[in-house]
């Protein structure tokens, strides 16, 4: 049988009942549709945490006190509640470590704060002036406190723009007001720019005050919860990172890093390490949506095995005018391909489409890739190929006169 002839055959085929054909294509539009959504949203996720943990600066290095990496892993397990941070470990650092272009010792706590009749509770974040330059902050009216603040413990505070306007209102100054923090009353020296972004690196939502006047004043003690340090190239990171390590150990007193009581992270693990979490997410939510390609692909052997039973007469009579079992089972094969294709065509669009509206109605970062296309139209075409084949051998192995014969 001709090529052309196999296309004409699967066309008319597939047009003859039309409705069936359109449902087993729905079930690979659906599912093809969900791959793509799904897979998008995924890779939105990643993208849109990466980009909010690069936000947060560039070249960085982190010690947290505390819990301690464990086997295998880049980043810390987390924070704990270990203080072993002072200030002469951020002046060792300053010292020693040539490679480091800032160093900021940082205090971060959580306290109700009002102002002006209005209160909500922000991060408080008490460290130096150094620590505008490790995360990229730019002052949008006033000023940021200076060192010689820091030094006379003085009771002022830079806010971010949303904790301005929560608790002075949208377009009016903050400069100049009294703030209360956890009942000590400070005075506004200025609003940062807005970094945008929400939750993880979020540097919209915060208070800046002097460290000395955090310790003081409120955590009342003089342990430091991380120390941020910005490394002049981040071909220097590498060689900086195992300095500070050997310096600290040693001012630590301990022989290695899996026994400190202090841990250092890099931004690139960080990155990394939300990388291969939402990476595993994507790969959960185009898995799941997988099953629904699945359900399609038996929704097509279905029909085709149904069709086969329906053409047996037809199949018969094809064979005694001199039909080979290979043209029928290419001429089944195709016509399975063919809604596959059908199928998949459009639940690319679709599944583009989709993703592009949640991205523009719900503000939900989504990000359609090449592969995901790719791997959702090939997958489809692999069912069209595995659900098609055993109808289409099925309907090869008939014998001639017998299926002439089938009522």
Same mark, same amino acid.
């Given at each position: 049988?001709?090529?052309?002839?196999?296309?004409?055959?699967?066309?008319?085929?597939?047009?003859?009942?039309?409705v069936r054909s359109s449902l087993t294509i729905l079930g690979i539009v659906i599912g093809i549709a969900s791959v793509i959504v799904m897979i998008a949203i995924g890779k939105g996720a990643q993208s849109s945490i990466e980009t909010e943990i690069e936000k947060i600066g560039s070249n960085l290095l982190m010690i947290r006190p505390g819990a301690q990496r464990g086997p295998g892993q880049h980043v810390s397990q987390g924070q704990g509640s270990s203080q072993s941070l002072k200030m002469i470990d951020v002046e060792l650092i300053e010292a020693n470590i040539e490679a480091a272009k800032?160093?900021?010792?940082?205090?971060?706590?959580?306290?109700?704060?009002?102002?002006?009749?209005?209160?909500?509770?922000?991060s408080t974040t008490g460290t130096t002036?150094?620590?505008?330059?490790?995360?990229?902050?730019?002052?949008e009216e006033g000023t940021f406190f200076t060192d010689k603040q820091v030094a006379k $413990?003085?009771? *002022?505070?830079?806010?971010?723009?949303? %904790?301005? /306007?929560?608790?002075? &209102?949208? #377009?009016?100054?903050?400069?100049?007001?009294?703030?209360? $923090?956890?009942? *000590?009353?400070?005075?506004?020296?200025? %609003?940062? /720019?807005?970094?945008? &972004?929400? #939750?993880?690196?979020?540097?919209?939502?915060?208070?800046? $005050?002097?460290?000395?006047?955090?310790?003081?004043?409120?955590?009342?003690?003089?342990?430091?919860?991380?120390?941020?340090?910005?490394?002049?190239?981040?071909?220097?990171?590498?060689?900086?990172?195992?300095?500070?390590?050997?310096?600290?150990?040693a001012k630590h007193g301990f022989d290695d890093i899996e026994d400190a009581d202090f841990s250092i992270m890099n931004q690139a693990?960080?990155?990394?390490?939300?990388?291969?979490?939402?990476?595993?997410?994507?790969?959960?939510?185009?898995?799941?949506?997988?099953?629904?390609?699945?359900?399609?692909?038996?929704?097509?052997?279905?029909?085709?095995?149904?069709?086969?039973?329906?053409?047996?007469?037809?199949?018969?009579?094809?064979?005694?005018?001199?039909?080979?079992?290979?043209?029928?089972?290419?001429?089944?094969?195709?016509?399975s391909i063919a809604l596959t294709f059908f199928g998949g065509t459009i639940g690319i669009v679709l599944g583009y489409g989709v993703a592009i509206g949640i991205k523009q109605f719900t503000g939900l970062e989504t990000e359609v890739s090449g592969f995901s296309v790719a791997l959702a139209f090939g997958v489809s075409t692999l069912i069209g190929i595995v659900f098609g084949y055993y109808p289409a051998k099925r309907a090869a192995k008939l014998n001639a006169i017998e299926a002439l014969r089938y009522e």
């Amino acid at each position: 049988m001709k090529f052309a002839d196999l296309i004409y055959e699967t066309f008319t085929s597939i047009t003859t009942n039309k409705v069936r054909s359109s449902l087993t294509i729905l079930g690979i539009v659906i599912g093809i549709a969900s791959v793509i959504v799904m897979i998008a949203i995924g890779k939105g996720a990643q993208s849109s945490i990466e980009t909010e943990i690069e936000k947060i600066g560039s070249n960085l290095l982190m010690i947290r006190p505390g819990a301690q990496r464990g086997p295998g892993q880049h980043v810390s397990q987390g924070q704990g509640s270990s203080q072993s941070l002072k200030m002469i470990d951020v002046e060792l650092i300053e010292a020693n470590i040539e490679a480091a272009k800032a160093v900021a010792p940082v205090v971060t706590e959580k306290y109700q704060i009002i102002a002006a009749g209005e209160n909500t509770k922000t991060s408080t974040t008490g460290t130096t002036p150094n620590y505008t330059e490790i995360k990229s902050i730019a002052i949008e009216e006033g000023t940021f406190f200076t060192d010689k603040q820091v030094a006379k $413990i003085s009771k *002022v505070a830079v806010l971010g723009p949303d %904790t301005a /306007v929560d608790l002075f &209102g949208e #377009g009016v100054s903050a400069v100049g007001k009294k703030i209360t $923090i956890n009942g *000590v009353i400070f005075t506004v020296l200025g %609003t940062t /720019v807005s970094k945008g &972004g929400s #939750g993880f690196g979020s540097q919209d939502d915060v208070i800046y $005050i002097p460290i000395t006047t955090a310790q003081q004043y409120l955590v009342g003690n003089d342990y430091l919860s991380t120390i941020e340090i910005k490394v002049n190239s981040q071909e220097e990171m590498t060689g900086a990172e195992s300095e500070i390590e050997v310096l600290l150990l040693a001012k630590h007193g301990f022989d290695d890093i899996e026994d400190a009581d202090f841990s250092i992270m890099n931004q690139a693990d960080i990155i990394e390490t939300a990388s291969s979490i939402t990476g595993t997410l994507t790969i959960l939510l185009g898995a799941v949506a997988g099953i629904s390609l699945v359900v399609g692909g038996i929704g097509i052997m279905n029909m085709m095995l149904t069709t086969v039973t329906e053409r047996t007469r037809e199949i018969g009579l094809r064979k005694a005018i001199g039909a080979k079992a290979d043209d029928v089972t290419k001429q089944f094969l195709y016509e399975s391909i063919a809604l596959t294709f059908f199928g998949g065509t459009i639940g690319i669009v679709l599944g583009y489409g989709v993703a592009i509206g949640i991205k523009q109605f719900t503000g939900l970062e989504t990000e359609v890739s090449g592969f995901s296309v790719a791997l959702a139209f090939g997958v489809s075409t692999l069912i069209g190929i595995v659900f098609g084949y055993y109808p289409a051998k099925r309907a090869a192995k008939l014998n001639a006169i017998e299926a002439l014969r089938y009522e």
